[in-house]
């Protein structure tokens, strides 16, 4: 593939999704690709994914037929990466269009009085913390009070003990300021956790309260007109600033016909993100995931 790295970054950084067309490329050649933009990758622990490439957290995208919502890759994680990659190798039948949205635009279609509220608020999630996510941060899957208390400072996670189980926790903005744009943007787990998995209070507000139902009404109408379907082709790849954009997908008609690699990275040039911990490991190294870890 003959692309000028540097004029890919400039785009990314100016517009935040990118769509080339007519290449030809293999899981090697796009794997070359993805690392002349990314320094790192971070493994995708979503199930029923094929790994295409393990060394470098190469996956298929999701191997089902349902929709998908509009959301930020890993977005109820801590370590959401910075760029979103997929490479058409063979395009769906019927159906199967990525959608794809950009969070700027959606918060400049919410009414304003809502936008001075929520800029103010805070998402929190909330998650049972496993042995293996204890272990792998705090050092002991069976930490004390004060092991809890003071997680390292490379850990994005606080602990609460309640009462024989433990929770894991992190909070961002409901409304963020992406890499490369003034924002605020529009960019989290809600729709996906209302819309897909119907659970109404993951995440939830900083105090503690879910998120109400008009809020998310509002969200999905300001961004239902700005909503693009991509139609795959052979040989596209699709390249979304994640901090930005959101994407989602049409039902699929075939699954057997749509094959689409993705790649989730951290690019070397992302501005500090005042909300991660210090040293993250995922933009040291190809990250996995402790459960992924543990499996391997």
Not at 108 to 116: D, N, Q, S
Request: glycine share 8%; proline share 11%.
């Amino acid at each position: 593939m003959a692309v000028d790295a540097a004029l890919v970054e400039q785009q990314f950084r100016n517009h935040g999704a990118l769509l080339l067309r007519g290449f030809e490329f293999d899981v090697g050649t796009f794997r070359l690709f993805a690392e002349r933009l990314c320094k790192t990758s971070v493994f995708n622990e979503s199930p029923n994914r094929a790994l295409l490439d393990a060394e470098s957290n190469i996956q298929s995208v999701d191997l089902g037929v349902d929709p998908f919502p509009l959301h930020p890759e890993l977005s109820r994680e801590p370590w959401r990466p910075d760029a979103c990659l997929f490479a058409c190798f063979s395009p769906p039948g019927g159906g199967g269009e990525t959608t794809v949205c950009d969070g700027v635009e959606i918060v400049k279609r919410l009414p304003p009085p809502l936008v001075a509220e929520i800029r103010r608020r805070r998402l929190v999630y909330l998650q049972p913390a496993s042995p293996e996510v204890l272990e792998y941060w705090l050092g002991t899957a069976t930490p004390d009070a004060r092991q809890l208390a003071s997680p390292p400072s490379q850990c994005p996670y606080f602990f609460r003990d309640t009462g024989g189980r433990v929770i894991r926790g992190f909070s961002r903005p409901l409304l963020h300021k992406p890499m490369f744009h003034e924002g605020p943007a529009f960019g989290n787990f809600l729709l996906f956790a209302r819309d897909f998995l119907r659970v109404p209070n993951f995440p939830r507000l900083d105090d503690g309260q879910p998120v109400p139902d008009e809020w998310v009404d509002a969200v999905r109408e300001a961004a239902a007109p700005l909503t693009h379907a991509l139609a795959w082709r052979r040989g596209d790849i699709l390249i979304l600033d994640n901090s930005r954009f959101m994407h989602g997908r049409r039902a699929i008609a075939d699954p057997g016909e749509r094959k689409i690699a993705s790649y989730f990275g951290y690019v070397g040039f992302a501005p500090p993100n005042d909300d991660d911990p210090i040293d993250p490991p995922w933009r040291s190294g190809q990250f996995k995931p402790p459960a992924v870890r543990r499996r391997g």
